[in-house]
């Protein structure tokens, strides 16, 4: 298991864990990111990453992919 942020352009994970605060989950879940769901590194820049999930792209910082255990 390793954060998400260590995963690379292109690569398809399933997160394992999330460790973020009520807020955030709530609306990743909304957009039905949640423990279990596969993801794809879209691209990384120097604060963050964008993610694909269900046909949807979400850009999060690092601190929060940080905490997101794929």
């Known amino acids: ?4 942020t260590r995963a690379g352009i292109g690569d398809t994970c399933t997160i394992k864990w999330m460790l973020v605060n009520r807020e955030i989950r709530d609306f990743m879940e909304s ?3 949640s423990e279990g769901s596969e993801i794809q590194i879209i691209q990384k820049t120097s604060g963050g990453m964008v993610i ?8 999060i910082g690092e601190e929060i992919a940080d ?4």
Not at 52 to 59: E, F, I, K, Q, V
Not at 67 to 70: E, T
Request: proline content about 0%; aromatic content about 0%; charged content about 20%.
């Open 31 to 33: 957009l039905s990111i």
């Open 1 to 4: 298991m390793q954060a998400l």
């Open 52 to 59: 694909s999930a269900n046909s949807r792209r979400l850009a």
């Open 67 to 70: 905490r997101i255990k794929v």
